[in-house]
């Protein structure tokens, strides 16, 4: 790579960078406030082109894993849980590097969205495949971000015993579980109680796939 190349790369990179220090916190901020709007808002963008959508907050997933890298770094292990996490040979590859640990954590956090995607693609009408799948997925993602965003450091500050972290977990779940029902009521046209036990089965599978990596690891 020539002189000018490198240049016009850090320059795109910090603009980049920029663009997510001043989308990310707005694009939190209307998730909670109007999780509704922000679902028909990735409904619209999914539709355009991907040179130019997205272009007023931050891509779905990325969104997500900025969530749950912002949730490593505030809240590292601490030694004495390293120690113990290392013993077994996944955890010693996941606490060796902060991106390992970013990476497992959004494959675990992801298994939200797919379980939601799945959810309404297998109770709407028409066939599943991935072009389908698409949609309801990054709606999921956006879902997901300010979820993960307290629960990632939340979930570590409890196992220490911080009660306000706990509490800070239940209010994030039955916030989940609300804007899920809203979800599916408004995207999948669910009844009510079609939607609750949704998203209820959303937080469930999800959860599931959370203790089933936590033993994996330990």
Request: glycine share 6%; proline share 4%.
């Amino acid at each position: 790579m020539d002189f000018l190349g490198a240049m016009k790369a850090i320059e795109q990179f910090a603009y980049e960078l920029m663009s997510w220090v001043l989308f990310f916190p707005l694009t939190i901020y209307r998730v909670i406030i109007n999780p509704v709007r922000m679902m028909d808002y990735v409904a619209a963008e999914t539709e355009k082109d991907e040179t130019v959508a997205f272009a007023a907050a931050m891509r779905p997933t990325l969104f997500l894993l900025l969530a749950l890298t912002i949730g490593v770094l505030t809240v590292p292990f601490t030694e004495a849980e390293v120690l113990i996490i290392s013993a077994t040979r996944l955890g010693k590859a996941i606490t060796d590097s902060w991106v390992t640990l970013v990476m497992f954590r959004m494959i675990v956090f992801t298994a939200f969205p797919i379980a939601g995607a799945l959810i309404h693609d297998l109770f709407t009408p028409g066939e599943v495949d991935r072009n389908t799948l698409k949609k309801p997925f990054l709606q999921q993602c956006y879902i997901m971000a300010p979820f993960a965003l307290i629960t990632s450091p939340c979930l570590t500050l409890a196992s220490r015993g911080d009660l306000w972290a706990g509490l800070a977990l239940l209010v994030s779940v039955i916030w989940l579980i609300t804007v899920e029902t809203l979800f599916f009521r408004r995207q999948s046209r669910f009844g009510w109680v079609g939607s609750v036990f949704s998203g209820f089965t959303v937080f469930l599978i999800g959860y599931a796939v959370f203790a089933i990596a936590a033993l994996v690891m330990l």
